[in-house]
């Protein structure tokens, strides 16, 4: 099999959420360009069917979800109504903004709101789908974790905690399900410009550039990323091109984080 045809994901149901903007627009719209049916859920549900209108206009399948992720009853509904014609992939991407509290300040609800829906959210999708990836014996999960669980940065610990959080259940999970032919996969991106990312300091062109340029940086290839960077190894970690990797954090950051 050579490296465009273990990239494709012709009839794979994949479901993803956070899919209204940003990483998961992004990872929806490629992962239905290489074949795959999506399922595009979102807290915005005009920003999921917007996306899933895309897919199709482009002649892919998708089907919108209007979703909050820390509602487990209704993770469970969507992922089994998006199951019975098959799952084969699951990317949890959904996320809001950190508190930039430091530790001493950081109020408790405002903690527990972010792991909710970082860590929560990510648990919920996760429970909901093993049970279809378990009895087919295959499937790919992708999780979202953050360049901010290698880096100490005062005022991101919630956000921080949150996101290292993820990449250890990630990596617990892929120990125990890998005997089902289940893989399980971190991806830790730097600095992406995106809504999520920008809601603090996309106030005007000034600010937004001076805040990337920043990042841009700290990282040996002196840029930061697209989304398109992170949708790619979306894809990858779905495919069979990485059929024999799980249990890993994938750092897609430039290299901001490497140790030199």
Request: with cysteine; net charge negative.
């Amino acid at each position: 099999m050579n490296i465009d045809e273990s990239l494709r994901l012709d009839g794979r149901g994949v479901f993803i959420t956070g899919a209204g903007n940003g990483l998961g627009r992004a990872s929806a719209l490629l992962c239905a360009s290489h074949g795959a049916r999506v399922g595009c859920a979102d807290l915005d549900g005009n920003a999921a069917a917007a996306v899933a209108d895309e897919v199709r206009a482009a002649g892919g399948h998708a089907e919108p979800f209007t979703l909050d992720v820390t509602d487990r009853g209704a993770v469970t509904a969507a992922v089994d109504d998006f199951a019975g014609n098959g799952l084969y992939g699951v990317v949890t991407i959904a996320g809001i903004p950190g508190d930039t509290s430091t530790i001493e300040d950081l109020d408790l609800e405002s903690f527990e709101r972010i792991f909710a829906t970082h860590f929560s959210g990510t648990l919920n999708t996760i429970q909901a789908a093993l049970p279809y990836l378990t009895e087919q014996q295959r499937g790919s999960i992708v999780t979202m974790a953050s360049g901010a669980i290698d880096l100490a940065i005062p005022g991101s610990g919630a956000y921080a905690i949150a996101k290292a959080s993820i990449a250890m259940l990630t990596k617990v999970l892929a120990a125990e399900v890998g005997r089902n032919g289940i893989r399980a996969n971190i991806l830790a991106p730097g600095f992406i410009p995106t809504g999520l990312s920008m809601v603090d300091h996309d106030t005007d062109d000034e600010t937004r550039q001076r805040y990337q340029a920043g990042w841009a940086q700290r990282a040996p290839l002196r840029t930061v990323g697209v989304v398109d960077d992170i949708g790619h190894q979306v894809l990858y970690l779905l495919s069979d091109a990485s059929r024999f990797v799980t249990g890993q954090i994938l750092r897609a950051n430039g290299g901001a984080t490497m140790p030199w």
